[in-house]
């Protein structure tokens, strides 16, 4: 009593867990680097070469385990990864079978989770944040499972150049023999 260890009797409520914050409504301020986000490879301005490069690498099967997205500050390395988790993750809605594809005019099962950040499969960690060993480990450890609901996981990591040496040479095994369900 009075030290805050006292559990109180045996049949005591439960807690009542916070309110959980709704989705913006509709007309809502939204900052307008989101609202104007490109949502797939078409919005995408001056990517021309890399939009051409990734649908000749979809149409022939030969997607790659990993890819690296450079530039300035700003010129949406981010926001493209985000874009291509939502390709290789691509199913119709309706269920019907489909692999990976460049064409995401007509959202998916996924692809609302993808673009809210918010999909169990496609993991984004900030590097910058993240350096140590420690956080390379829970990459490399969850990579050993298969997805939840999707066809691959698919990790994007954000400021890669900021990991110290021991995370990044640990990273770099896996990137180089990845699991076969890993991107």
């Known amino acids: 009593p009075g030290l805050g260890l006292d559990l109180g009797p045996a049949s005591a409520p439960p807690p009542v867990p916070a309110p959980v914050a709704a989705a913006p409504a509709p007309g809502a301020y939204l900052v307008l680097a989101r609202k104007y986000r490109p949502q797939d490879f078409t919005d995408l301005i001056g990517q021309e070469a ?70 169990v499969d496609v993991m984004e960690m900030d590097a910058a944040s993240n350096t140590s060993i420690n956080d390379i480990r829970e990459i490399i450890e969850s990579a050993r499972y298969r997805p939840v609901m999707a066809r691959y996981k698919v990790y994007i990591i954000d400021e890669v150049h900021m990991l110290s040496t021991a995370a990044f040479n640990a990273l770099l095994k896996t990137l180089e023999e990845p699991p076969e369900h890993v991107k």
């Open 50 to 119: 890399m939009v051409r490069t990734l649908t000749n690498a979809f149409s022939s099967g030969r997607i790659a385990q990993a890819y690296i997205l450079t530039g300035v500050r700003g010129v949406g390395k981010t926001t493209t990864a985000r874009i291509l988790a939502r390709a290789l993750n691509y199913e119709p809605m309706d269920g019907a079978p489909g692999g990976p594809s460049l064409d995401l005019s007509v959202p998916g099962r996924h692809c609302r989770d993808i673009i809210e950040s918010r999909h």
